[in-house]
């Protein structure tokens, strides 16, 4: 399974950009899995940001970016995206995307990771 993001850059606050994850390598059926992002910000544990999955897409997100951030999935493509508006500097961190299946066990693959700086 590959997991590859894109879409990180340098944006000022109130600015906005969309990431992007692709999956590839496996052949299961979207009930079993979900996606998610986390990020990690220099000194500070990495959390957890928004997540999506099951047939449905049913999605979840931390308290800190509820409102500003959305998390959505192309089916066809096996693609996440995160957009995300109204960027603070505490958005500042390394956004991984992480893929699951759960399939009699855990299955986690993850990426290598895009950095968003928010700044002026």
């Known amino acids: 399974v590959q997991v590859v993001e894109s879409g990180g850059g340098l944006v000022q606050p109130g600015g906005s950009l969309r990431l992007s994850c692709a999956t590839s390598?496996?052949?299961?059926?979207?009930?079993?899995m979900s996606w998610s992002w986390h990020r990690q910000a220099p000194g500070k544990e990495r959390e957890f940001v928004?997540?999506?999955?099951?047939?449905?897409?049913?999605?979840n997100y931390a308290d800190s970016v509820k409102g500003r951030f959305t998390i959505s999935r192309d089916n066809a493509e096996n693609t996440v995206y995160l957009q995300m508006n109204s960027l603070k500097p505490e958005d500042t961190a390394v956004y991984y995307c992480?893929?699951?299946?759960?399939?009699?066990?855990?299955?986690?693959?993850w990426g290598q990771g895009t950095q968003v700086t928010v700044s002026s």
């Open positions: 992480r893929w699951r299946r759960i399939l009699g066990r855990v299955q986690d693959f």
């Open positions: 390598g496996f052949s299961s059926s979207t009930a079993t």
């Open positions: 928004a997540a999506i999955g099951g047939a449905g897409g049913i999605t």
